[in-house]
T-cell receptor, first 116, second 112 residues
Framework: DAGVIQSPRHEVTEMGQEVTLRCKPI?????LFWYRQTMMRGLELLIY????????DSGMPEDRFSAKMPNASFSTLKIQPSEPRDSAVYFC??????????????FGPGTRLTVL | KNQVEQSPQSLIILEGKNCTLQ??????????LRWYKQDTGRGPVSLTI?????NTKSNGRYTATLDADTKQSSLHITASQLSDSASYIC???????????FGAGTRLFVKA
């Protein structure tokens, strides 16, 4: 398996522009997580999906952020409009959930976003 | 409040030496504790996972311990190598949910 795939790996955009980050989870996994990592705040969970349904989006910073999972093999995280403070590395992770919480998460390589 | 605190914040050691990283947590109800290694520019990779009943878990030169009574965990690295230079993140999972609480990490530098 190729692992979790994220694209693009790097994104540089100007303030006010729309940004879309993409993630393909590991085949067969039924949970997907979006994280943001900065030097100041470390890793923060933004949202997670189970069986393509958003379970908890309380980590999404504000309405400018939205995430979708139209099917089991694809998810997007969209920022519109983007702001410089959104600059961070965004990770997608997936896991196989079987009722409990003992679920190892496998992380993608991340997307480094820079908003000028 | 559910928190995970790691120490030290950063550490420099010489190649071949051993080191121990600490993790204290106040997460409840506790389900499991994981240690991740994150190389610069990469995503975190799982090293060990321990549940409430496990006291120790090894993965090569990495050995994690868990004291559920004192809510403390440690990650011991034996005979360090240059490739061990990375951030080590302690993550605690809660029972009955998907949420996990991340520590801020310890940045380890191994020098030749």
């Amino acid at each position: 398996d190729a692992g979790v795939i994220q694209s693009p790996r790097h994104e540089v955009t100007e303030m006010g522009q729309e940004v879309t980050l993409r993630c393909k989870p590991i085949s067969g996994h039924n949970s997907l997580f979006w994280y943001r990592q900065t030097m100041m705040r470390g890793l923060e969970l933004l949202i997670y999906f189970n069986n393509n349904v958003p379970i908890d989006d309380s980590g999404m910073p504000e309405d400018r952020f939205s995430a979708k999972m139209p099917n089991a093999s694809f998810s997007t995280l969209k920022i519109q409009p983007s702001e410089p403070r959104d600059s961070a590395v965004y990770f997608c992770a997936s896991s196989l959930t079987s009722g409990g919480s003992y679920n190892e998460q496998f992380f993608g390589p991340g997307t480094r976003l820079t908003v000028l | 409040k559910n928190q995970v605190e790691q120490s030290p914040q950063s550490l420099i050691i010489l190649e071949g030496k051993n080191c121990t990283l600490q993790c204290n947590y106040t997460v409840s109800p506790f389900s499991n504790l994981r240690w991740y290694k994150q190389d610069t520019g990469r995503g975190p990779v799982s090293l060990t996972i321990m549940t409430f009943s496990e006291n120790t878990k090894s993965n090569g030169r990495y050995t994690a311990t868990l004291d559920a009574d004192t809510k403390q965990s440690s990650l011991h690295i034996t005979a360090s190598q240059l490739s061990d230079s990375a951030s080590y993140i302690c993550v605690v999972g809660r029972t009955g949910g998907f949420k996990t609480i991340f520590g801020a990490g310890t940045r380890l530098f191994v020098k030749a």
